[in-house]
């Protein structure tokens, strides 16, 4: 499974950006599909995940903000990102789950998109 990740940019704060995430493979509607960040100086974390079912997942910090979907004719995960602050910015990664387990198990990575906003 390859994966790759477009749609970084710079942004104003309050403004929005759409991330989407290609992937590879054959069975893309069975996968769990999931959007991290990476700010300087911190550690990965979760941002949205999106089962096979369509049910959705988001990180406190971008509930109400941020919305996973997925179009499986495609094979592409998108997040669109709305009111967006300063402290969103970070290296956005997306990840496949092919077994469509869950909670995920991210065996795939794409190669991270530059996401900043400024103030």
């Known amino acids: 499974v390859q994966l790759q990740a477009s749609g970084g940019g710079l942004v104003q704060a309050g403004g929005s950006l759409r991330l989407s995430c290609a992937a590879s493979?054959?069975?893309?509607?069975?996968?769990?599909m999931g959007w991290f960040r990476q700010a300087p100086g911190k550690e990965r974390e979760f941002v949205a995940a999106?089962?096979?079912?369509?049910?959705?997942y988001y990180a406190d910090s971008v509930k109400g903000r941020f919305t996973i979907s997925r179009d499986n004719a495609k094979d592409t995960v998108y997040l669109q990102m709305n009111s967006l602050k300063p402290e969103d910015t970070a290296v956005y990664y997306c990840?496949?789950?092919?077994?469509?387990?869950?909670?995920?198990?991210?065996?795939?990575w794409g190669q991270g998109t530059q996401v900043t906003v400024s103030s």
């Open positions: 999106i089962r096979w079912t369509d049910s959705t």
């Open positions: 990840a496949a789950d092919p077994g469509g387990s869950w909670p995920p198990v991210y065996d795939y």
């Open positions: 493979g054959r069975t893309f509607s069975s996968y769990a």
